[in-house]
């Protein structure tokens, strides 16, 4: 394929469904960080959804055989058989509505919470006192911890509680007294533990998919990246080489044309090889975004300004980060002014672990002994002020080497966690 062709096959780019689909969906589509990316949307406790629904089915084959041992004990078995219907109906539709998805809303929950104390109130209208008293409360307690769970699940650990409380006060409710010894009958605690539990559960649930659901984020837009990277390698960059090749070879009005075809490439080589995530910063002890000071230096680079960096992030305050950035702006200017045409600069950041060094050197002509007294004493204080305050007022020393006609290093070294303050600080 022929570079022109590549060119006319990136401008063409990829194609939009009549739907209207997010571009970047569709380039993912078939990859598997785009399949991960669109599962973790699912809701993430519909496992805990469906697995009460089975709890449900059981609470309701026990409250069955419940109702089939006590209904010859009841006063009025005919009203205690069509309120079990409802309850029937009820485990059915909400059962049906639960596992499927379209019941998991404060609607339906709430409505469960109020039939379910609307059927253990009734108790004290389908048996008399001392039946309610001896036995537990109709249509059974474990059947009416459904409604508890459903509440976990939607709203936490805290709406399980209250639930909880809900529904075990009606069952005291209904036998008229608070029973203190727990020992022996700790239906309350039951049920408000079975709703913190459920509540815990489906709490993490969320917190994990949140997790999962960045991370497959983060994995789909860097697989993107590399195949941006490849069709812009492929067509894009090739093709600015070959203006830039030649125009200068042709000279003349088209070496205008080559320098902006030469910038143009580094922007985008820049551009396609910084991976790092800037959509989630790690909050700092001060609250503060962390912020990869390599990408940072990165952007940095120019025609005559190389940058190297680790493979890997390297995390520090976004403070630090702003003030490093300006000292070395800040050098680079001085080798852009005063190093003499042709020079150029070389920045290296190194991660020490517990110190950050950034090192930016020029091939220049150096700095003649004296110059900055000089300069200071003209009431010059670039170097004084914007290198080596911001360094200091970081906790950190900046180290200057230079000799005539031998260039510039500059050495920050600045601690991982930097300092905030001025010149009381030092």
Known sequence: ??????????????????AGADIRSVQTRDTEAGRLARDVDADPVTPLWRGAQILRLLSYLYSLGFQIAVNPDLDHRATAWT???VLTLWTLV???????????NWYWVGTEVVLVCALMLSTS??????????????????????????VAILSGPVGGIIAGLIVGGTSTFVKGHLNLNFGR?????????????????????????????????????????????????????????LITRRGREIGGPTAELAALAAEQERQLRRMISDTGDVDAPAPDADGAADTDLAAVLRALAADRVSVSSPAGPVMVPAHTASEIRAAVVNALDNTRHHAGPGARAYVLVEDLADDVVVSVRDDGAGIPEGRLAEAAAQGRLGVAASIVGRIESLGGTAVLDTEPGGG???EFT???GGRRGGAADR
């Not at 209208?125 to 459903?150: C, E, G, H, K």
């Not at 533990?193 to 999962?212: D, F, I, P, S, Y």
């Not at 983060?218 to 941006?228: D, G, Q, T, W």
């Open 414 to 416: 600045v601690p991982r």
């Open 125 to 150: 209208v389908v048996a008399d006192r001392d039946w309610a008293w001896n036995n537990q409360t109709w249509p059974t307690t474990l059947w009416a911890t459904n409604a508890v769970v459903s």
């Open 1 to 18: 394929m022929t570079l022109a062709s590549r060119w006319e096959r990136l401008l063409r780019g990829p194609r939009v469904s009549a």
């Open 408 to 410: 510039t290093e500059w």
């Open 94 to 104: 909400s059962g049906v509505g639960y596992f499927v998805g379209f019941a998991r």
């Open 185 to 241: 009958n700790a239906t309350i605690i039951v049920i408000v533990v079975t709703g913190m539990a459920v509540g815990l559960a489906a709490l993490q649930a969320r917190r994990t998919h949140e997790k999962l659901a960045a991370a497959a984020r983060i994995a789909a837009r860097a697989e993107e990246r590399e195949r941006l990277a490849r069709e812009v390698h492929d067509g894009v960059l090739q093709v600015l080489a």
């Open 83 to 85: 309120l079990f219907g």
